[in-house]
């Protein structure tokens, strides 16, 4: 298996430097606004923009994590149960506007089931996607980013990582390619 | 991935500690979820469940039910009542005639200790015991431990006793495999005629005296005294027995340590627990109902995981 680095650490930074000023831009100071990160990769994003925000704007953003698994479209379609992650949304998202945030856009089915996971915390007043990688032209579903960190052209056989320092010891995102009779996780 | 070892939840007496783990660690889960502004998830939209009560029940029927629907699954209901058992149908007959009809997993209670394990080798559908006779009741078990890792926050080397009629009881059996292998210590206590003459063979202390008993132990669970299944005089009165083996306040609040007091219910107020210790602070009575539906939503969840499409 062959890997690429899409993004080395200071352009990750860089990147998501310009993801926080542009959620500004639309935001302004994020009186009603929440940053939501989907389990389990999505919530790394989601802290770090939360970080940035908070620096630049000098105030405390609320923010939660999603687990998106009971909603998920192939429960039972694999070998094994999904088994599901931590949801911390211990406020209402009733007539706010909500960011949707994950690492990787690949096939949108993760944002569907994330979407219908928002919804049952109420009636949000607006919903926006930001997606640091967008694995563009292999949807599966209609569904796009308002805000992109990178666009990358892939194959179906290959893989997106985005690490980070305080798991894998590293900030990057990584292409990998995969032998091409490698059935890929689709 | 981790998933459970087991294609049916018989009794906890199959489980290894992992299975039980993964079932108390799910239910943290569905615990987050029937708390939500809309308490639903889409997951088991494609499964149907039968539930199959031989038995009278309110709380645990409700329970599986909600979980049931809460999970988006379509349910049957059957009980014994209105069944064709009385015209001389066999349990695996009318079971059969119910998968018939494409039910792909089935809760049973019935009076018999084994129902559920000989069921599980006869049909094919995933099966959940709820209750069966004096042998086991596994989810009761279960959401039990997960109310007391809740109140107490682990359950390894706590030590937990249970009060009362040992002797016709599913849920202590189930009580005491589960705690065990959850590393917790297991006294049971109660008058002699209630208590199995061999249960210490299962690694249990036994006493005769509640508050020995209640000065040994980090929590309490007391047992209703099941008149329905005694076919003799195990105590003089009921009146007696709460007199010795009742729990009340005077009795609670002269203890060394501040315990937590269990009951699966239906409570009998004044006859094994009165009704200030009922509804005291140490009391978790309630929160082990509301424990019991998101329990019994990871058991099904986990179960249909392993159902082949």
Known sequence: MEKQVILNATQLELTLNRLSHQLIETHENFENSILIGLQPRGIHVATRLKKILESILGREIQAGNLDITFHRDDFRRRETPLLPSVTNIDFSVENKRIILIDDVLFTGRTIRAGLDALLTFGRPAQVQLLILIDRRFSRDLPIQADFVGKKVDTLFTERVAVEWNEIEGQDRVLLFSKEANETAQR | ?309
Not at chain 2, 154 to 166: F, R
């Open chain 2, 1 to 309: 991935m981790k998933q459970l070892s087991v294609d049916h939840l018989t009794g906890i007496v199959d489980l290894s500690t992992q299975d039980i783990e993964l079932i108390l660690e799910t239910a943290q889960r569905f615990k987050e979820v029937i708390n939500r502004p809309i308490k639903k998830v889409p997951s088991l939209r494609d499964i149907t469940i039968a539930n199959v009560f031989f038995e009278n029940s309110t709380r645990t029927k409700l329970s599986f039910e909600l979980a049931q629907k809460r999970l988006s699954a379509d349910i049957v209901n059957f009980s014994a009542s209105n069944s064709s058992l009385k015209k001389g149908e066999t349990l695996v007959d009318t079971i059969n005639n119910i998968l018939a009809m494409k039910v792909d997993m089935v809760v049973l209670r019935h009076p018999n200790p084994g129902a559920a394990k000989f069921l599980s080798e006869k049909v094919n559908a995933k099966v959940i015991n709820a209750g069966d006779g004096t042998h086991e009741h596994p989810t009761q078990a279960l959401l039990d431990a997960f109310s007391i890792q809740e109140k107490l926050g682990s359950i390894k080397g706590k030590k937990v006793v249970i009060v009362g009629d040992i002797l016709h009881s599913r849920v202590a059996l189930s009580n005491i495999y589960c705690l065990q292998k959850l590393g917790a210590e297991v006294m049971v206590c109660g008058p002699s005629t209630l208590i199995p003459k061999y249960i210490d063979q299962l690694g249990v202390k036994v006493s005769h005296n509640l508050r020995t008993a209640l000065e040994w132990c980090d929590v309490a669970n007391m047992l209703r005294i099941q008149l329905e299944r005694q076919d003799g005089a195990y105590f003089p009165t009921l009146r007696e027995y709460a007199m010795q083996f009742g729990l009340d306040k005077n009795m609670l609040d002269s203890l060394s340590k501040e315990i937590v007091i269990m009951h699966p219910g239906p409570i009998n107020r004044g006859v094994e627990i009165s009704s200030d210790v009922a509804d005291s602070k140490q009391s978790i009575i309630l929160d082990q109902v509301e424990n019991g539906v998101a329990i019994r939503m990871a058991v099904i969840y986990l179960l249909a995981g392993r159902i082949e499409r």
